[in-house]
């Protein structure tokens, strides 16, 4: 099993162009979550989706939109990047089914940079 | 968003000591988790808690879900160069969808 796999891993745009961040898991989990994190700041949820088809907003939903495109797949859309966007950005996912517990397995990251 | 008061924010110790860190809430959780950070990495998942007063070990790793089920602790033991990074800890209520994080313990290491 793979986990959780990003990509890219690096990527460096420039304010107003538009790029999706792509996540796959190979866990068959429910659900799934993207986050980011800056310095000093921690994690930060953007958006999760707790099953196919849904997707609901985090604590910094601005700029980003996501598509649950099916159970392994859930990708980051910025439309319009933009310098404040810079920042490590993580894909996680989460077993909700009986047994499964709270952990959230995550993704090894994508390094984006707004210039 | 509600956050978790995790500490200390960062150390500096020497190799072969113990390192112990918390965290605490103003709310109640039903699961306690501790990841680790490496330098360019996602979080790995260290330890999962479930139960109040439960204590539960994974190597030199000891972590405990305290009993007022508003607090964690972990404890490293005989630390070695590769314990550096980042430790967060998260939170959860019974059934939510969402984690509660820590803003991170880093820890460094002076061999």
């Known amino acids: 099993n793979a986990g959780v796999t990003q990509t890219p891993k690096f990527q460096v745009l420039k304010t107003g162009q538009s790029m999706t961040l792509q996540c796959a898991q190979d866990m068959n989990h429910n659900s799934m979550y993207w986050y980011r994190q800056d310095p000093g700041m921690g994690l930060r949820l953007i958006y999760y989706?707790?099953?196919?088809?849904?997707?609901d907003k985090g604590e910094v939903p601005n700029g980003y939109n996501v598509s649950r495109l099916n159970k392994r797949e859930f990708s980051l859309r910025l439309e319009s990047a933009a310098p404040s966007q810079t920042s490590v950005y993580f894909c996680a996912s989460r077993n909700l089914l009986a047994g499964g517990g709270n952990e959230q397995f995550f993704g090894p990251g994508t390094r984006l940079t707004v210039l | 968003g509600q956050q978790l008061n995790q500490s200390p924010q960062s150390m500096f110790i020497q190799e072969g000591e113990d390192v112990s860190m918390n965290c605490t809430s103003s709310?109640?959780?039903?699961?306690w988790l501790w990841y680790k950070q490496d330098p360019g990495e996602g979080p790995v998942l260290l330890i999962a808690?479930?139960?109040?007063?439960e204590l539960t070990s994974n190597g030199r790793l000891t972590a405990q879900f305290g009993i007022t089920r508003k607090d964690s602790f972990l404890n490293i033991s005989a630390s070695i160069p590769s314990d550096v990074g980042i430790y967060f800890c998260a939170g959860a209520i019974q059934g939510a969808q969402k984690l509660v994080f820590g803003q991170g313990t880093r820890l460094t290491i002076n061999p």
């Open positions: 989706s707790a099953s196919e088809g849904t997707t």
């Open positions: 709310s109640i959780f039903n699961t």
């Open positions: 808690l479930y139960k109040a007063g």
